[in-house]
Nanobody, 120 residues
């Protein structure tokens, strides 16, 4: 059974840091580009960062220079190091394949995500 599990979120003050992790069962990350997405209250889910099979990365302009995506295929894991956090980074963060999402019964599958709250 496919399962994506995001972790590492929490409450942090502006300017602080967090490291998010994404693990999976029922799917191997190695053959795929992977990405982080986020969904803020009342807003649509948006793409945040991407890492290709070869390790090339790209970022949304809003996080460029502050966030770093990485992967460890030996652990079947993807990470998001977030530095210089801002209140506008407050969101639920999700990982998934890119561009085609993990599919379950013909529909895009998403994990439960991990909540990041940036507030003083």
């Amino acid at each position: 059974q496919v399962q994506l599990v995001e972790s590492g979120g929490g409450l942090v003050q502006p300017g602080g840091s967090l490291r998010l992790s994404c693990a999976a069962s029922g799917i191997i990350f190695r053959p795929f580009a992977m990405a982080w997405f986020r969904e803020a209250p009342g807003k649509q889910r948006e793409w945040v960062a991407l890492i290709t099979i070869g390790g090339r990365t790209s970022y949304a302009d809003s996080v460029k220079g502050r966030f770093t995506i990485s992967r460890d295929d030996t652990k079947n894991a993807v990470y998001l190091q977030m530095n210089g956090l801002k209140p506008e980074d407050t969101s639920v963060y999700y990982c998934n394949k890119f561009p085609q999402k993990v599919q379950v019964n013909g529909m895009d599958y998403w994990g439960k995500g991990t909540l990041v709250t940036v507030s003083s």
